[in-house]
C-alpha cells in the first residue's frame, strides 16, 4: 500500500544534438541578457493568460521537498495598487531620509531612485511573492522547507519567464515589506520577499548604463 502512494514513473527527457545546444544556449545568454529592470512603466493592458502561464512556468522550479513553498499574489485593483503605492512610498521616504547609509545610497546613485514610485500605479500588473515557512492547515501548523531559496529559485524563473514573453519587471524592495500582508491580507506567517512590477516600458524609457561581470568572475572550474 505504502509503495503504490509513491509512485514513479518515466521520466520524459530528450536527447539533443550538442550543436543544437550549444546554439539553444547561446541564444538563451543573448536572450536574457536583454532583460533590463525599468523604473518607467506604461499603462497598457497585459492579457492575464500571460501572467498566470509565467507563474505557472515559475512554480516548475525545484522546491524544497516538492512542497512549493511560496505565493504569488497578482494585484490589477486599481484601489489597491494606490493602497500599496501609499504603504510603500512611506517605507521609502523612512528608508531614503532616515534608515540607509550614506553609502548604500551612494550605491543607489547611479539608479537615480528617490521614494516617489509612479509605477505601482501605473503598471497593469503588481506580482507581490510571498515565501511560506509554514502553512497553517485545520488548525495544525504545516512546516515546510527551504522557502527563502525555493522562493528566490521561482522568482527567477518567473521574471525570466515574463521578460521571454515580452514584458518587463522591476523587483522593488521597499523595506520592511510586511505592509504586504495588511494590504493584502495575508497571513502572518507568510513572509513577504519582493513586489515585482510588471508591464511594457513607457516609450522614451531609459536605464543606468552599466555592465555585468564577466564568466571568469563570477564562475571557477575546478
Ligand atoms: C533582490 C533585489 C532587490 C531590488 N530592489 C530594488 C528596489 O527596491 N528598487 C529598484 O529600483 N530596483 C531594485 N532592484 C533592481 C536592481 O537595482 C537591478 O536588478 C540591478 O541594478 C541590475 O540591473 P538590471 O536588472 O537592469 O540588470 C532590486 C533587484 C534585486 C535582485
Not at 531559496?149 to 515580452?166: D, K, P
Request: neutral net charge.
Amino acid at each position: 500500500m505504502e509503495e503504490k502512494k509513491h509512485k514513479f514513473k518515466p521520466l520524459d527527457f530528450e536527447y539533443k544534438d550538442e550543436q543544437l545546444m550549444s546554439k539553444i544556449a547561446e541564444n538563451l545568454n543573448q536572450d536574457l541578457n536583454k532583460r533590463r529592470t525599468i523604473r518607467t512603466f506604461s499603462d497598457r493592458p497585459v492579457p492575464i493568460e500571460i501572467i498566470n502561464n509565467c507563474i505557472m512556468a515559475a512554480s516548475s522550479s525545484p522546491s524544497g521537498a516538492n512542497k512549493q513553498p511560496y505565493k504569488f499574489v497578482i494585484v490589477q485593483d486599481e484601489q489597491v495598487k494606490n493602497d500599496l503605492r501609499l504603504a510603500a512610498e512611506k517605507e521609502e521616504w523612512q528608508f531614503y531620509n532616515k534608515r540607509a547609509s550614506q553609502v548604500w545610497l551612494n550605491d543607489l546613485k547611479p539608479f537615480r531612485t528617490n521614494h516617489i514610485k509612479p509605477y505601482l500605479t501605473k503598471a497593469p500588473y503588481l506580482i507581490a511573492i510571498f515565501a511560506k515557512p509554514f502553512d497553517i492547515i485545520n488548525d495544525e501548523k504545516v512546516k515546510y522547507y527551504y522557502p527563502i531559496e525555493s522562493t528566490g529559485i521561482a522568482t527567477g524563473a518567473l521574471i525570466s519567464s515574463l521578460h521571454l514573453s515580452g514584458l518587463a519587471t522591476l523587483t522593488h524592495t521597499p523595506s520592511p515589506l510586511n505592509f504586504l500582508n495588511q494590504v493584502l491580507d495575508q497571513p502572518k506567517q507568510y513572509k513577504a520577499m519582493i513586489l515585482l512590477v510588471v508591464g511594457y516600458p513607457e516609450h522614451d524609457t531609459i536605464v543606468p548604463d552599466q555592465d555585468r561581470k564577466p564568466l571568469n568572475e563570477i564562475s571557477q572550474i575546478i
